[in-house]
């Protein structure tokens, strides 16, 4: 129940990744579904909730510019791969009955929203979920850095990192070293200095400048983001 809710307005942000499922490549429809059950239940206890998807599932800059595409132009195509992502978030949470929008950096106003501040607001205030579209519409950037600055920007009082096949942060990569251990708290520095797996730097920059709480957690547990937000599961915490 709403009573007990830690939070009343967060980001979620997940990567393009989370949404292929076993695929290895592009949108598994189940597993978007998934997905939008883990932010129904979330919604449901009252919470207002942004979101920021990646677009490495189809597309992400520095591939294209790997093989020889110009670096802003490859970008742009990545941001463009957000916008289907958050097109395919938005049709699987409205087929659940919440209302949304899609909230583009870049205009393309037969399918997105443009993004103004103050009407985003106004959307979580009527508790519509938010899926922040585009990155930050730059090149040069990472849907990381875009999940922050619209955090901030939406006065949003965390920011939870979903991931897949990890429960939060460790000292060296889990997967690799069996005697890896994971923080429950770790500072915005120590994050910067050991470059710990969490957000790209420039976005972890934006987090400690408004000592925006990141807590990272696994998206695989069903029920697991609901948890946290009731004071639940495992995960870590970065903070100042
Ligand atoms: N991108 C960008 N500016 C932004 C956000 C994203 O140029 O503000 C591009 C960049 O090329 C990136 C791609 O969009 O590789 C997909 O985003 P990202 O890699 O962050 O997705 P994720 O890894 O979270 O799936």
């Given at each position: 129940d709403a009573s007990n809710v830690t939070f009343k307005r967060v980001m979620l942000k997940i990567s393009g990744e989370a949404l292929m499922g076993d695929q290895g490549f592009g949108l598994h429809p189940p597993t978007v579904e998934r997905i939008a059950h883990e932010v129904q239940s979330v919604h449901s206890l009252g919470v207002e909730i942004c979101m920021v998807i990646g677009g490495g599932n189809i597309f992400r800059g520095l591939q294209g510019s790997a093989q020889g595409?110009?670096?802003?132009?490859?970008?742009?195509?990545?941001?463009?791969?957000?916008?289907?992502?958050?097109?395919?978030?938005?049709?699987?949470?409205?087929?659940?009955?919440?209302?949304t929008r899609v909230i583009s950096a870049i205009t393309m106003n037969e399918v997105a929203e443009p993004y103004i501040r103050r009407r985003a607001v106004r959307h979580l205030e009527k508790k519509r979920v938010c899926i922040f579209a585009a990155g930050t519409g730059n090149p040069y950037f990472t849907t990381d850095t875009a999940a922050a600055l619209r955090a901030n920007e939406m006065a949003c009082e965390a920011i939870f990192m979903g991931k897949n096949g990890v429960d939060g942060v460790y000292d060296k990569d889990p997967k690799k070293f069996a005697d890896a251990k994971r923080y429950d708290t770790v500072s915005y520095d120590?994050?910067?200095?050991?470059?710990?797996?969490?957000?790209?730097?420039?976005?972890?920059?934006?987090?400690?400048?408004?000592?925006?709480?990141?807590?990272?957690?696994?998206?695989?547990?069903?029920?697991?983001?609901?948890?946290?937000?009731?004071?639940?599961?495992?995960?870590t915490r970065v903070q100042g």
């Open positions: 595409m110009e670096r802003t132009t490859a970008d742009y195509m990545g941001m463009l791969a957000t916008v289907m992502n958050a097109l395919a978030m938005q049709s699987s949470l409205e087929s659940l009955g919440i209302h120590d994050v910067l200095q050991k470059r710990l797996a969490v957000m790209d730097a420039s976005a972890i920059a934006l987090t400690r400048d408004n000592n925006l709480p990141i807590i990272v957690f696994s998206l695989d547990e069903p029920g697991g983001f609901k948890g946290i937000l009731a004071g639940e599961g495992t995960y």
